[in-house]
């Protein structure tokens, strides 16, 4: 028979029938491993059983799913801000591009123009992006949550003024084209 089976039966919680116990005992008696192996799990069941187990608080199974349905709705807020900020942002700039196209002449010039511009300044927001999100989730580890919000306040404000340089940039550049 395989060693594994013997293993095996030394460890079941069941009890073995007479015919696996005679073999099981003529196998210990010629592998030394068996019997180091059956000495020490009845040690660690003797430590096991002897152990004075420590029953949780009263209400503790409820304060914790009352705190995991907690850090859900934080979850939810969270991405249902950062969904509206996207969607909203989209919209502004959609709602700018669109009304420099009907104020413009040439829709050829504008499209063109509109197309380097939204291409330079979502690369721009991407990077910005990556960045910020870096800084927040190693800030977020050492800094308490109301301090955090405050610094994400200060970059979301330091992001928006990058972007209006980076128009006033664009804008600037648009001006030395224009004939």
């Known amino acids: 028979m395989r060693h594994q089976l013997f293993e095996d039966w030394l460890f079941a919680e069941e009890d073995l029938d007479s015919q696996q116990k005679d073999l099981l005992e003529s196998h210990k008696q010629d592998c030394q491993q068996c019997q180091m192996l059956e000495g ?21 199974s409820q304060r914790w799913l009352s705190r995991l349905e907690q850090q859900k709705l934080h979850d939810q807020r969270r991405h249902a801000f950062w969904a509206f900020l996207t969607t909203s942002s989209g919209a502004v700039l959609f709602g700018i591009l669109l009304l420099r196209f009907f104020i413009s002449n040439s829709p050829i010039v504008v499209l063109s123009y509109q197309f380097h511009s939204i291409m330079v300044i979502f690369e721009t927001l991407q990077g910005l992006i990556r960045f910020l999100l870096t800084i927040i989730r190693s800030v977020n580890m050492i800094i308490p949550s109301v301090i955090g919000l405050g610094v994400i306040f200060m970059l979301w404000s330091c992001l928006f003024l990058g972007l209006v340089v980076i128009w006033q940039v664009v804008m600037g550049r648009r001006e030395l084209y224009d004939y």
Do not use: H, L, R
Not at 40 to 60: H, L, R, T, Y
């Open 40 to 60: 020490a799990w009845q040690e660690i069941s003797q430590d096991i059983n002897s152990q004075n187990w420590v029953m949780p608080e009263e209400g503790f």
